[in-house]
Nanobody, 126 residues
Framework: QAPLVDSGGGSVQPGGSLKLTCDASAFTYPGHCMGWFRQAPGKEREAVAGIDKVSGRTYYIDSVKGRFSISPGDTKNTLYLQMNSLKPEDTAMYYC???????????????????WGQGTQVTVSS
């Protein structure tokens, strides 16, 4: 069983919205940096967004800037990814991850993260 629990995925039409949730409540402090990654069929896993839990600074890849928003959840040790204006190229399995390093050490490096969710599928199609 994955240590983090991802949820909120689904199927939407282009232009639609989804909100993903990561539950890390099993941990007192999952890590300094938390992020969302995605992996489309036949492609490598890539970073999407990250948030430094100490400074609150957020990070995004260029293709999602202005459309996606990462934020702390309403309850302790949860994380959101609000995704708006979804495009077919956003279709992928999305994974939450936590790192005991600071985001400034490389928020977009898979190797920086030691805790992962099981993934939640996002499909954008008309």
């Amino acid at each position: 069983q994955a240590p983090l629990v991802d949820s909120g995925g689904g199927s939407v039409q282009p232009g639609g919205s989804l909100k993903l949730t990561c539950d890390a409540s099993a941990f007192t402090y999952p890590g300094h940096c938390m992020g969302w990654f995605r992996q489309a069929p036949g492609k490598e896993r890539e970073a999407v967004a990250g948030i430094d839990k100490v400074s609150g600074r957020t990070y995004y890849i260029d293709s999602v800037k202005g459309r996606f928003s990462i934020s702390p959840g309403d309850t302790k040790n949860t994380l959101y990814l609000q995704m708006n204006s979804l495009k077919p190229e956003d279709t992928a399995m999305y994974y939450c991850a936590a790192s005991n390093r600071y985001c400034s050490d490389g928020w977009d490096r898979i190797s920086a993260y030691n805790l992962w969710g099981q993934g939640t599928q996002v499909t954008v199609s008309s």
